[in-house]
């Protein structure tokens, strides 16, 4: 049904202007300018980061953390460098948050020029997903890594994502999961939060999804989710019924996007 994560959302107040500020920074490619929104592909990574003006007349806010107690960002781009960059983005006046350290990953934020909080990870040798490399490889980040999930009821929300969306659960370790979608390399990672603190990382979002998963039959993955009593929206309806995405919420309230897999017209 789902076959991976293929994008994950970055509000920005002018998409054109942001496109080259990353571009520039980071060495991401444009890939493609569509209305108001600019997808970005990575070095090595099959999702985009997808910038994204505010509809008209709405306000626009930037992505923050989800946990700004537990430095928890929305999600996070792998790098193989161990140094997270700290150096050189603080020479580019790109603020970061003091790296942190576990057995298995070194992990720190930085700060856009819109204010959107965005993860930056390096995994050891000890991690499930650590990729080893003679040498660093450029560019600075090289796919996302991970998209975060807020949730409360960890063993319930492990059983939704993965008997009605599909993920297949590859690490439990008591707060936390990570769940592999489909054939993507983008992990998505529910954390355990308390009550209050599951409300506060929901109303952040304020009710806008922050990534999209991508399938193959956006109709007949419609039909099924519908059938199971998810909640869906259709967003982006088209002449004759079509549809290219749709919004669904899961049981705790979350919102997030559901995209048809592109064809893509060579020559």
């Known amino acids: 049904m789902i076959e991976r994560v293929d994008k994950v959302f970055i509000p920005v107040p002018n998409a054109a202007a942001a496109a080259e500020w990353y571009a520039r920074e980071f060495e991401f490619t444009i890939a493609r300018i569509s209305g108001r929104s600019v997808d970005l592909s990575l070095a090595g990574g099959d999702a985009c980061l997808t910038l994204t003006e505010p509809e008209p007349g709405s ?7 989800l946990d700004a107690e537990g430095s ?3 999600f996070n781009l792998y790098t193989h460098w161990e140094d997270l960059h700290a150096r050189w983005l603080h020479g580019r006046g790109i603020p970061t948050t003091e790296a942190m350290e576990t057995p298995v990953m070194k992990v720190s ?6 204010g959107n909080v965005i993860g930056i990870c390096h995994e050891k040798p000890e991690s499930f997903f650590y990729k080893p490399y003679n040498k660093p490889v450029p560019p600075m980040f090289h796919h996302v890594l991970a998209v975060f999930i807020p949730v409360h009821q960890l063993d319930s929300s492990i ?3 993965t008997e009605v969306l599909g993920f ?3 690490n439990h370790w008591g707060e936390g999961a ?3 979608v489909g054939s993507g390399e983008t992990v998505v990672t529910l954390i355990q939060m308390s009550r209050e603190a599951h409300e506060r990382a929901q109303a952040s979002l304020k009710g806008r999804p922050y990534f999209s998963l991508q399938t193959p ?3 007949e993955t419609y039909r099924a989710l519908s059938g199971q009593g998810v909640r869906t929206v259709v967003k982006d309806k088209q002449v004759g019924g079509d549809i290219r995405s ?4 899961t049981p705790e309230g979350l919102r997030m996007q559901i995209s048809e897999k592109e064809l893509v017209k060579v020559g």
Do not use: N, Q
Not at 59 to 65: C, E, G, I, T, V
Not at 109 to 114: N, Q, S
């Open 59 to 65: 306000a626009w806010s930037p992505l923050l953390h």
């Open 159 to 161: 059983k939704w994502y």
């Open 178 to 180: 990570d769940l592999m």
């Open 109 to 114: 934020e930085l700060v856009d020029p819109y």
């Open 246 to 249: 749709f919004h669904l919420y």
């Open 168 to 170: 297949r659960l590859h």
């Open 72 to 74: 928890l960002p929305c």
């Open 217 to 219: 039959g956006i109709h």
